[in-house]
């Protein structure tokens, strides 16, 4: 199986920043494309950021200009560097993997029914 363990969330002041990290263990051979989701309380999951195995990027376009996602595979480690935090993005952020390259997944690369493996989550709290 597929371990995935995200850290670096916190409570923070809007406009300030923050560093979430994930790292993936186990049968990480499994794994193509990665990617950030967050859900709020009463919402849906949604997609935030994701990477392909190469280094293409898709964001969504609520965090863009904001976030940028990055990967070190020799480290296994999936990163979301996040600024200009604002109270709506006040969530639990998961981070998560794929098993398809980046040319199969759904249009737009935020699908949650192309990502198998999920990591427990980590909290981000922004006030105002």
């Known amino acids: 199986q597929v371990q995935l363990a995200e850290s670096g969330g916190g409570s923070i002041q809007a406009g300030g920043s923050l560093r979430l990290s994930c790292v993936a263990g186990?049968?990480?051979?499994?794994?193509?494309?990665m990617g950030w989701f967050r859900q709020a309380p009463g919402k849906e999951r949604e997609g935030v950021a994701a990477?392909?195995?190469?280094?293409?990027?898709t964001y969504a376009d609520s965090v863009k200009g904001r976030f940028t996602i990055s990967r070190d595979n020799a480290k296994n480690a999936l990163y979301l560097e996040m600024n200009g935090l604002k109270p709506d993005d006040t969530a639990m952020y998961y981070c998560?993997?794929?098993?398809?390259?980046?040319?199969?997944?759904?249009?737009?690369?935020?699908?949650?029914?192309?990502?198998?493996?999920w990591g427990q989550g980590t909290q981000v709290t922004v006030s105002s």
């Open positions: 990477i392909g195995s190469t280094g293409g990027t």
């Open positions: 998560a993997a794929s098993r398809f390259r980046w040319n199969y997944l759904r249009p737009g690369r935020l699908d949650t029914a192309d990502y198998a493996y």
């Open positions: 186990g049968l990480i051979y499994r794994l193509n494309c």
